[in-house]
């Protein structure tokens, strides 16, 4: 060939394979009623509208007071509500092998390498509203190793990616005494330390290094955590439960270590340690059990049924969030799960189990800045409701990941569309 | 007996009317108290022992110079010794299921089934019941030292039955009373039968072959002979008539609930069993009318309502409701019945009534058992069953002195 | 001014714990031992209880906006407005409760917020919530946790294996009445499983099923022939399905188990070609085959929440769908809602047993099937498949008189039961059990009194009048 008609041709093909134009067209929504769930408090606004493009959350306000971009796609939702995609912090379903337990303390092994994106348990996730999880190792061991952040919207693993590492996990419960040989919670305890102490030195040693001092230490790869870790760019989960397992992991891993870390079930005695834990600015992920009954081992609770959401809450705990264990709880339910928190006590003025489900958990994981409420600059993970998305009556109808509509089972089955809603 | 004249008097008179008394048969206990159960509490109390028996207890009495009399005023309160009137210690514990009112016990019984500890523990009088489930038979009250068939104090003192909330054993107990009335019914056309036969008999007499006559009239001077029962029939005709009672073992309020419908309208002696459990339901029934005056058997334990650290003493609470609370040892082993007071106490320091767990503990059991004729109280004519302790049985740090069993000190140095 | 007690005034005070007077002449000094002896046998009184203060939501479509309901001796007498008399309540009441010849209880549900009346809920089957097994009348322990549980769930009646027996608990407070046993089951076995997995056993349902029909026939043809000819022999029944003639006749429900449409279809089909209305179990895939199992008059048992991926093998659609109560319900099957746990559940993970009945309802209607329906699958069907719908499961008079009070939406997750009533008693109350009374307390201080108060009645008081304090609380039991 020529070399012009070459030049022409590859600027042909350049202009073809060049990704569609940075300006998308917008879209906006107008609802009856859209739950912000912002960190200051703003919680809902009725008649609703909420532009979006190119994946992110231009404008949200009131309908008539949004400025609408010329062409927009307009989407008149009518009664339905709107709300930012729910986050799920403790979810095991995003693929396989997630409990290796050769040794008690694996830092270094990654949940990422398991991650089956969109698999079809994501995806029942993804239709009840559920647009990102932490999957994490399982608690068969003290550190089952790095969690990872993930949409759960179609694509691959990087289309899903939100952040990796996503956290640590460490399991201070019983779980880890399946180990064997004995092994109790002294070892368990004194193990963790050891390995957080290496990890934390390891981290000062490559910061110092990276600030001009020192000599240039050596490469670990199963530390390379605590590097993210002490630059707080990551968080330990933490599955804790029972008041003294929870006191270890509140003192060990933030008070001895000054780690950012939650904790991730809270469940039996956990919640009289609340005003402890938010001394440590620790916050309660709590789930999959919501209830406490009344136990001879456990604190006495004088026949009552209480909520552990109710007693952090009665605690003045401010960041409560609720979470699956899934597929304890399937990922689905996780709304659910909030639902039975408010049933058994959780006061839910100004919906604060939506945002227990939302914006709670996002900021807790330090991804807030993209993802938990539906905030001017953060990604379009929109979620269209029937109603109170709490109530298991109330249907999701539509949801956006990254301004992608990935579910849309509005209407008439057969009329408006083919299939059936599996959720 | 306050009046010194009276109680002077009667002793004289009674002296009179001893045959020739043997220096060693009799004797006087002075005590500090005494319990006595059945009449109250006797401050310093001498109570006159000969051979097995009390001849006498009062306050202050005057004793004759020429009978030994231990001086422990003050020092020592009496009481009765205790009774265990449901156990099965030493026994097997297998037995059949079904409908057996007719088994004894008594027929298990084995020398050295009853550990000495046991009776030097204070325990004189101990029920033992058959085991099995359903109706499996009858108990036996017996002495805890001694041997053979010496030992049985009385034999039948009342057929156990389990009942639990479920159709065999309330059909058990109907099957019982069904097969009473069958029994009865034949019974009676029997009879029938046989007077019809003796009308005809009669007649025959009367007849003018000799040979006849005289072979009628033989048959006539046979009396009747009445069916013999089958074994249930006749325990439940027992039963009936208030020559047998019943000890029913629950394990939770509907299995009482249960039993009052199986029971129905037969008017029926019966005691109640019930295992104190940490998390025992049974407050729910300690209101019911049919448990006033109601022997109830529990072990001295705490209870707790359910799915709280409320405490409940379910001893105070029925007692507290009008229920004969009697009590038992823990378990059958020789450890809770040396703690048997020890436990007791317990519940009296959280409010029992102590006069109520020391009756509890003596002759309400020994009324289960039908021996509260000689054991259980210190009365006159009852067997000289006597425990002294160095101060109140139920106290910490009281010791059991000496332990008198029908006249014989077990333990205890004395010097007569 | 009368003052009422919160919650429950029971009118009655002394229940039978009064002795009687003798039967014969009164003797001038009558001991009390003699009078206890001689108690004639009284006739028990009748008993009265009137619900109001709350929206009756009687189970078939009718909500009566605070209305009343009044039961006597356990059934319902009269649901309406004023347009009945309540005695002791409408009349009556100067005469002292004990000398009435009934006792009235009064259940004002006024401080009950959102307060309303709905059917006590039927389970179509549970477990351990009646503490017993096998015969229920002789094996149910009246003072069970789990019975309890359930009562404070909401359920009144369940199925069981082979009976269906009320969740008949010991009235608190009232030892005097003996313990209804008669009371407790109150239906025996409505459903005949038939075995419908493998081939084999279709094709032994199908021979059965032929056979009975043959014989059903052939008997109907000699009723009419023996009219004829008096000496023909019936026709013998030896070789013909006793389960299968029951379900024929109507006298028995077939109960199938089927999840997949393959199955499904085929039960639609041998029901219809033998024409009995099948009660299908499972039923994961009926939406698939709606319309089929419709026709052939179907009863499903679901859980809404069953979940399974569609089999990729096959190109048809499948597998579950939240829609499918829904899609058969608008087919025309009636739909009976079970739980995935048919337990009480204590390890802490809430929403999936039985004492959260009305969460499962919740998910069908989140795919669609319509309130009433959803109701009426906690209610009236299960009922009717129990053989207990003509006493159990809506609120008529006639009926029985098991009801519950919410505080809100039954189906709503937040809601609970603040009473429930089983035969006309009341068996539970949020508020004196230990276990909710906490969860947004009932204030039991914002009852109204029954009676308006008219100033005119209250003497004008002289100064330093002591009156004693009234006391607004109501009992305060442990138990």
């Known amino acids: ?423 | 007996m306050k009046n010194r004249t009276t109680q002077l008097l009667l002793f004289a008179g009674l002296m009179a009317l001893q045959p020739n008394a043997q220096a060693g048969d009799l004797f006087a206990v002075q005590v500090e108290r005494a319990e006595t159960i059945s009449h109250g509490t006797i401050e310093h109390a001498v109570i006159l022992i000969e051979g097995d028996k009390i001849v006498m207890i009062g306050e202050d009495l005057a004793i004759d110079s020429g009978i030994p009399v231990i001086d422990k005023d003050p020092g020592w309160v009496a009481t009765p010794a205790l009774v265990n009137p449901y156990s099965r210690m030493g026994l097997s514990s297998r037995g059949p299921s079904g409908l057996n009112p007719q088994r004894k016990v008594s027929g298990e019984l084995y020398t050295g089934a009853i550990s000495k500890d046991v009776l030097e523990a204070g325990v004189g009088t101990v029920g033992l019941y058959p085991a099995g489930t359903g109706i499996p038979g009858r108990a036996v009250a017996v002495r805890t030292w001694g041997s053979g068939d010496a030992r049985i104090l009385r034999d039948d003192v009342y057929m156990k039955a389990m009942m639990r909330s479920d159709s065999t054993s309330k059909k058990t107990w109907r099957k019982g009373f069904e097969e009473a009335d069958e029994h009865k019914e034949k019974e009676t056309k029997n009879r029938e039968k046989w007077e019809k036969d003796r009308e005809k008999l009669e007649k025959d007499a009367k007849d003018d072959d000799k040979e006849k006559a005289d072979k009628a009239k033989e048959e006539l001077k046979k009396p009747y002979t009445p069916l013999v029962p089958k074994p249930a029939a006749a325990a439940f005709a027992s039963l009936r008539e208030g020559e047998l009672t019943a000890l029913i073992g629950i394990s939770k309020s509907s299995d009482y609930v249960h039993f009052l419908d199986a029971l129905g309208e037969e008017d029926v002696q019966w005691s109640l069993h019930v295992p104190i459990s940490r998390e025992s339901d049974l407050f729910h029934v300690k209101e019911q009318e049919a448990l006033k005056d109601r022997h109830v058997i529990m072990t001295p334990a705490f209870s707790y309502h359910p799915g709280t650290l409320r405490r409940r003493s379910m001893a105070a609470e029925f007692f507290s409701a009008g229920a004969k609370v009697t009590f038992v040892p823990t378990s059958d082993s020789t450890g809770a019945h040396e703690s048997w007071l020890r436990d007791v106490g317990q519940l009296v320091r959280d409010g029992l009534d102590s006069q109520a767990a020391l009756r509890a503990m003596t002759l309400n059991g020994a009324e289960v058992l039908r021996v509260d004729e000689h054991v259980g109280s210190l009365d006159e004519g009852k067997h000289a069953n006597i425990l002294f302790f160095d101060g109140d049985p139920f106290a910490a740090t009281t010791n059991l002195e000496a332990v008198l069993m029908e006249g014989d000190f077990i333990t205890g140095e004395v010097d007569r | 001014m009368i003052r009422f007690q919160a919650r429950f005034v029971l009118a009655l005070v002394a229940l039978a714990l009064s002795p009687s007077l003798p039967a014969f002449g009164a003797a001038p000094l009558i001991d009390d031992e003699e009078a206890a002896a001689e108690e004639e046998e009284k006739e028990p009184k009748d008993r009265y209880l009137v619900v109001l203060g709350a929206d009756i939501h009687t189970g078939n479509g009718e909500v009566l906006r605070d209305g009343r309901l009044l039961a006597k001796n356990g059934k319902i007498v009269a649901i309406g407005y004023d347009d009945f008399e309540v005695p002791g309540l409408d009349y009556d009441r100067e005469v002292p409760a004990d000398e009435r010849g009934y006792e009235l209880e009064i259940l004002d549900a006024s401080n009950v917020p959102n307060g309303r009346v709905y059917p006590g809920m039927v389970a179509f089957s549970s477990s351990g919530l009646l503490g017993g097994g096998g015969d229920y009348r002789d094996s149910i322990d009246m003072f069970n946790r789990n019975m309890l549980l359930g009562l404070a769930a909401g359920i009144t009646t369940t199925g069981q294996t082979s009976s269906t027996a009320k969740l008949k608990r010991y009235v608190p407070g009232n030892f005097s009445r003996d313990y209804d046993f008669d009371g407790v089951v109150i239906g025996g076995k409505t459903l005949s499983t038939v075995s419908w997995g493998t081939a084999a056993s279709k094709r032994s349902a199908r021979e059965k099923l032929a056979g009975a029909a043959a014989y059903l026939r052939t008997y109907r043809q000699w009723q009419v022939d023996v009219k004829k000819d008096k000496e023909l022999k019936e026709p013998s029944k030896s070789g013909v399905d006793s389960t299968m003639l029951a379900v024929l006749r109507g006298e028995i429900f077939a109960r199938f188990s089927a999840d997949y449409q393959d199955d499904l279809s085929g039960i639609a089909r041998v029901a219809m070609e033998f024409g009995f209305r099948p009660v299908i179990t499972g039923c994961r895939e009926g939406w698939v085959v709606a319309d089929e199992l419709g026709r052939a008059g179907a009863m499903a048992v679901l859980t809404p929440r069953t979940r399974r991926s569609k089999d990729e093998q096959l190109v048809a659609e499948g597998g579950s769908s939240i829609e499918n109560a829904a899609i058969l319900h608008s087919h025309g099957v009636q739909v009976a809602i079970i739980p995935g746990s048919r337990g009480i559940d204590l390890g802490g993970i809430a929403g999936r047993d039985i004492m959260h009945l009305p969460i499962e309802v919740g998910f069908a209607i989140r795919g669609g099937l319509p309130d009433d329906a959803g109701l009426a699958s906690v209610t009236t069907v299960p009922a009717r498949l129990l053989g207990v719908g003509h006493r159990v499961g809506t609120l008529e008079v006639g009926k029985d008189c098991d009801l519950i009070v919410t505080d809100g939406d039954l189906l709503h997750y937040q809601t609970f039961v603040q009473y429930t009533v089983v035969d006309g008693d009341l068996v539970y109350d949020k508020q004196d059990e230990l276990y909710f009374a906490h969860i947004r307390p009932r204030d039991d201080s914002l009852l109204a009194p029954l009676v308006p108060f008219d100033p005119a009645e209250v003497p004008i008081e002289e100064e330093g009048d002591d009156e004693g304090e009234d006391s607004e609380e109501g009992d305060d039991e442990d138990e």
């Not at chain 1, 402890?276 to 919501?290: D, K, Q, S, T």
Request: some cysteine.
């Open chain 1, 1 to 423: 060939m020529r070399r012009p008609a070459r030049s022409a041709l590859a600027l042909l093909f350049c202009a073809w394979a060049l990704p569609a134009s940075a300006q998308e067209t917008a879209q906006v929504l107008y609802a009856q009623k859209a739950l912000i769930c912002g960190a200051e408090g703003d919680e809902t606004i009725n008649g609703a509208a909420l532009v979006f493009r190119d994946g992110r959350i231009e404008a949200v306000g009131t309908r008539g007071e949004v400025e609408v971009p010329e062409g927009a796609v307009e989407h008149d939702l009518g009664d339905r509500w709107i709300m930012p995609g729910m986050v799920d912090l403790h979810s095991h379903i995003a693929g396989s092998g997630l409990n290796d337990t050769v040794f008690q303390c694996n830092p270094g092994l990654r949940a990422s390498a398991n991650v089956i994106p969109h698999n079809d348990r994501m995806k029942l996730g993804m239709l009840a509203g559920v647009t990102t999880i932490l999957f994490i190792p399982g608690s068969g061991s003290n550190m089952g190793g790095q969690g990872v952040l993930l949409k759960t919207g179609p694509g691959g693993y990087e289309d899903a990616l939100v952040r990796f590492p996503g956290s640590l996990k460490i399991a201070q419960g019983d779980n880890p005494k399946r180990w064997g040989y004995g092994m109790q919670r002294t070892l368990m305890n004194h193990h963790i330390r050891v390995t957080l102490r290496k990890g934390q030195a390891y981290a000062r040693r490559w910061e110092a290094y990276e600030r001009g001092e020192g000599e240039r230490p050596e490469r670990h790869l199963h530390l390379d955590i605590f590097r993210e870790l002490e630059a707080k760019r990551t968080q330990i989960s933490t599955h804790t439960q029972y008041y003294q397992v929870v006191l270890a992991s509140l003192n060990i891993l933030s008070g001895e270590f000054g780690f950012d870390a939650y904790i991730d079930h809270g469940s039996f005695d956990s919640w009289p340690l609340s005003k402890r834990a938010e001394e440590l600015g620790v916050a309660a992920i709590l789930g999959p059990r919501e209830v406490l009954w009344p136990r001879v081992n456990t604190y006495p609770k004088d026949g009552r049924v209480e909520g552990s959401a109710w007693g952090f809450q009665k605690e003045g705990h401010p960041r409560i969030g609720f979470n699956t264990d899934a597929p304890v709880v399937p990922q689905e339910e996780l709304p659910l799960q909030s639902a039975m928190g408010v049933r058994y006590g959780f006061d839910n003025t100004h919906f604060a189990a939506v945002r227990g489900v939302t914006i709670v958990p996002a900021e807790v994981a330090g991804i807030d800045h993209r993802i938990g409420s539906l905030s001017e600059g953060k990604d379009a993970d929109i979620v269209v409701v029937t109603g109170d998305p709490s109530d298991p009556r109330s249907a999701v109808e539509m949801v956006w990941v990254e301004g992608e509509l990935a579910a849309d089972v509005r209407g008439e089955r057969g009329a408006d569309r083919e299939g059936v809603r599996q959720w």
